[in-house]
C-alpha cells in the first residue's frame, strides 16, 4: 500500500487520482501507523511552511516519517513536502523542518513575480532516477514561492531557472523529492510517478 500523508496542507486529491490512474493502491492517511506500514510514502503538500509543520507535529505524522525514510522505504516528496525535508525556511524563520535534508528554503528575488506559476524546463544533475523516464529538459507545473537552497550539493537531483537556477528536485537514496506538481504536469508527470512506482 502507498500511504498519500494528509496533515492538512492540500493537493492530496489531484495526488491520489494520478496514483490510481496508474493502477497503484494509494490511500489518504493522517494516521502516523499506516505510514509506518506502507511499501510507499508520497508526501505532498502546499501553503504555509510554518503551519505545515504545526500539524505535522501535533498529528505524530513528523517521526513517521522520519522513522519511514532511516528505514529506506521508498519516499517521493511534491512541493511543500519538498521543502519541509530541510532544517527551516525564511517563510518561518522560527519553525523548524524536519531536518532529513541539510540546508534551508529561501524566497526568490524580490524582483521575481511570486509565485511562479506555470510550466519551467528542467535539467537533471544526474542520472538512475525516476526523472529518466523523460528526456532532459521537459517541463513540469510549478507553483510556488520559495525554493530549498541544499548544503549538500549532492542532494539536488536536478534544477530549473527562474531569475537563475533553483533547485527542482533533490534525492538520496530511496528518498526523491521534486519541487514541481508531477499531478499536475501531464503526461510528463504521470511518466514520472511511473517509473517511481516501478523502481525497487
Known amino acids: 500500500m502507498i500511504a498519500i500523508v494528509d496533515y492538512g496542507a492540500g493537493n492530496i486529491a489531484s495526488v491520489h487520482r494520478a496514483l490510481t490512474h496508474l493502477g497503484a493502491d494509494a490511500r489518504i492517511t493522517a494516521e502516523p501507523a499506516e505510514v509506518l506500514r506502507a511499501s510507499r510514502v508520497v508526501f505532498p503538500g502546499q501553503g ?20 519511514t525514510l532511516q528505514r529506506g522505504v521508498p519516499f517521493l516528496g ?16 522560527a519553525a523548524a523542518g524536519l531536518g532529513l535534508l541539510p540546508g534551508r528554503c529561501v524566497r526568490f528575488a524580490a ?31 510549478f507553483v510556488h514561492s520559495y525554493h530549498a537552497v541544499a548544503a549538500q550539493p549532492s542532494d ?20 526523491l523529492a521534486v519541487q514541481f506538481h508531477p499531478e499536475k504536469s501531464g503526461q510528463a508527470g504521470l511518466d514520472l510517478l511511473q517509473a517511481w512506482l516501478s523502481q525497487k
Open 48 to 67: 504555509h511552511f510554518g503551519q505545515a509543520v504545526e500539524r505535522l507535529r501535533h498529528s505524530g505524522l513528523d517521526d513517521a516519517l522520519r522513522q
Open 78 to 93: 511534491i512541493c511543500l513536502g519538498l521543502q519541509l525535508l530541510f532544517e527551516g525556511s525564511d517563510e518561518a524563520p
Open 111 to 141: 524582483e521575481l513575480r511570486v509565485p511562479q506559476v506555470g510550466w519551467n524546463s528542467v535539467q537533471a544533475l544526474r542520472v538512475g532516477t525516476a526523472l529518466d523516464a523523460r528526456p532532459q529538459g521537459e517541463h513540469y507545473y
Open 156 to 175: 539536488v537531483l536536478a534544477t530549473a531557472d527562474y531569475g537563475g537556477p533553483f533547485t527542482a528536485a533533490v534525492a538520496r537514496d530511496q528518498l
